[in-house]
């Protein structure tokens, strides 16, 4: 296991990181949504949709599983969960 380096963030956050991924964890716990689709997904997944502006279920639908797929941060276990918010809406993904 590579070795941790201790990082402070922007807003003063001090935290330990085994990779180069710049991304604080305590900022990204406070930017996690308490409801909707987005607080059910894991971190990687949820800056994948937002950074591709897919902020609604609505929008979520105009894609294909294959497309989403291709998204970094999105994988095959964030599928299942998508499809389950999306039918809870009458909603599906793009054929």
């Known amino acids: 296991m590579a070795e941790k380096t201790l990082r402070t963030c922007e807003n003063g956050h001090k935290y330990a990181k085994s990779t180069d991924c710049p991304t604080c964890p305590i900022c990204e716990k406070d930017k996690k949504p308490e409801n909707g689709f987005l607080s059910k997904l894991s971190a990687p997944a949820r800056r994948a949709l937002e950074n591709h502006g897919i902020l609604t279920l609505e929008t979520l639908s105009n894609y294909s599983k294959k ?9 095959p276990s964030t599928i299942p969960v998508l499809l389950r918010e999306m039918e809870s809406e009458g909603l599906a993904f793009k054929a």
């Open 67 to 75: 497309e989403l797929l291709k998204l970094h941060g999105i994988g």
